[in-house]
């Protein structure tokens, strides 16, 4: 089976089981866009869905086998070696686009993607969204990050991307020989590699690298100190531990307005119990503590990290909130001055910057 091009652009998702429910209906929101002018593409992995699940209304679903030189690559507590496809996917499955957007699973989209299909990328092979991760160390933490990267061969002082949200000039990515490279790169360093096939990203595409706002790569530790407002997210990524579909922690730090989102779309859809109504509702807060435990019970089989890592997660986030909303202000203000930000117009990144300023 192939993919039929029917448009010069497509939007992409590659899923394993894990996050198959999620990926598709994330696809229907992408297809559901009035009027596109793109594919949609939902690559799952191979034997998964074999004929008893059907695509999303508007998408094709092709099955795969990662490439025979990813088999024997690690992969991590929080992701699965699947996460390669993401890059492998331009040269395996993707080629005759002109660009390709990739978005991850754990997303929902807030507005229409043509925009950040049409931006402007000039030479650059991508255009992506710094990473949160920045924000959330310490000057202690910082220095150890900057050798980490250093011990990758890559410049440490050089800004850090999130592989979440991707849009590929799929000539220029190909012509560079990006697949191989990465192939190359996640070889030599495969055992040192925190964060797989983003570190790879970062350093193939190193200097060749269109920013984008955080307006389509909103991540999960912006929630809760007011940059929804300003910001207006079109994609929100929902990129740590915590989900607001699995997890009764999500509302205790951010609210329960997530969870009924993914309610409502998961209700047309093969899964139309996969969020548990305590999630969403605001009467749940009054359930007896034993129907709630039963809650974060179910969200535990699907989680692939401890009940401990989550209590930490929840305790740490409360305690660096303000100290985290300053640095998130000022790191967005400071972006916006240097003209990191290639998708907004002048006229918008002032908005941003004296509400930013406030």
């Known amino acids: 089976m192939t993919i039929t091009r029917q448009f010069d652009d497509v939007v992409f998702f590659a899923t394993d089981a894990t996050y198959l429910p999620t990926a598709w209906v994330a696809a229907r929101q992408a297809a559901s866009e009035p009027g596109r002018q793109f594919d949609v593409v939902l690559l799952v992995e191979k034997g998964l869905a074999a004929g008893r699940l059907a695509p999303p209304d508007g998408c094709q679903m092709l099955e795969i086998a990662l490439p025979a030189e990813v088999a024997g690559w690690p992969s991590a507590d929080h992701m699965s070696r699947f996460a390669y496809a993401r890059l492998a996917a331009p040269d395996c499955w993707l080629q005759g686009y002109r660009r390709a957007l990739y978005l991850d699973s754990d997303i929902a989209i807030m507005g229409p993607l043509a925009p950040l299909l049409a931006l402007e990328m000039g030479d650059a ?43 590929f000039d799929l000539r220029r990515w190909q012509a560079q020989r990006c697949w191989p490279r990465a192939v190359d790169y996640v070889t030599r360093h495969r055992d040192a590699l925190r964060f797989m096939d983003q570190d790879a990203l970062n350093c193939v595409t190193a200097g060749q690298v269109r920013e984008i706002s955080p307006r389509w790569n909103f991540q999960t530790h912006y929630f809760g100190l007011a940059q929804e407002g300003v910001i207006a997210p079109r994609i929100v990524h929902y990129l740590d531990i915590l989900k607001p579909w699995r997890d009764p922690e999500w509302r205790q730090l951010y609210d329960a307005g997530h969870g009924l989102r993914f309610a409502r ?35 535990a089989a699907g989680r692939k990290v401890s009940a401990g890592a989550i209590t930490h997660h929840v305790r740490r986030f409360r305690a660096m909130a303000a100290p985290l909303d300053a640095r998130i202000r000022r790191g967005f203000a400071e972006s916006l001055s240097r003209g990191c930000y290639g998708d907004l117009a002048p006229a918008e990144a002032d908005r941003w910057r004296r509400a930013l300023q406030s």
Not at 136 to 151: F, S, V
Not at 276 to 290: E, F, I, T, V
């Open 125 to 167: 092979i991508v255009a992506m969204a710094e990473d949160c991760g920045q924000y959330l160390r310490g000057d202690d933490e910082q220095a150890a990050w900057r050798g980490y990267r250093a011990g990758l061969g890559q410049d440490p002082q050089a800004r850090y991307f999130n592989s979440g949200v991707i849009l």
């Open 265 to 299: 779309l998961f209700a047309q859809s093969p899964w139309p119990d996969y969020v548990h109504p305590a999630l969403y509702r605001a009467s749940s807060l009054l359930w007896p503590g034993w129907r709630l435990a039963r809650v974060a019970m179910a969200g």
